[in-house]
């Protein structure tokens, strides 16, 4: 036998959505074709059908520590709840400032930070992919990284552009070549 190392395949997945039975399916096929995957996530939920030779490396609590989320939810919703505790125990109109409260609340929180927020993620998750899952990575043995969701299109940029004889691709096609 050779001592060659099987290729690594990179798969960036960070809110796959409708694309998640896909990236499953595409994790197994590089398996089954000898290469070693590496899974990157910013999703909360698991991955229940991904086969389990797949190493995750997952940024959902990296991101939840982040103070740009953590300051949002104290200024909009913790700080405010706190301010009005003592009004809240007065009975009826207590109940109703806390209902007022909560939909101004979730009005902020839908209508300012989460569309603010969506266009900055996916350069938050490039940093916090830098820092706790691609540090661990050795990239010489990665031969293809596929960037399966829009969120994840900056740091398969980053890592193209840091890795210029790399594959990097948006298509989930079962597939090992380089591309030409």
Not at 87 to 92: E, N, P, Q, T
């Amino acid at each position: 036998m050779n001592d060659a190392r099987p290729p690594r395949v990179l798969l960036l997945a960070m809110a796959p959505g409708s694309k998640r039975k896909q990236v499953i399916r595409l994790a197994a096929f590089y398996l089954d074709e000898g290469a070693q995957v590496d899974l990157v996530t910013a999703e909360r939920r698991e991955w229940a059908n991904l086969d389990e030779r797949t190493r995750v490396h997952r940024l959902d609590a990296a991101e939840a520590r982040h103070p740009l989320p953590w300051l949002e939810n104290t200024l909009v919703t913790r700080a405010p709840r706190l301010l009005l505790r003592p009004v809240a125990r007065l009975g009826r109109p207590g109940a109703a400032l806390e209902r007022a409260r909560g939909r101004v609340s979730n009005a902020i929180h839908r209508r300012l930070f989460l569309p603010f927020y969506k266009h900055v993620r996916p350069w938050l998750l490039v940093r916090l992919a830098r820092r706790c899952a691609l540090r661990d990575l050795d990239m010489t043995q990665v031969v293809r990284i596929v960037v399966a969701d829009r969120a994840a299109v900056p740091l398969g940029w980053k890592l193209a552009r840091a890795n210029p004889g790399l594959t990097v691709t948006t298509a989930l096609e079962e597939s090992l070549e380089p591309r030409p």
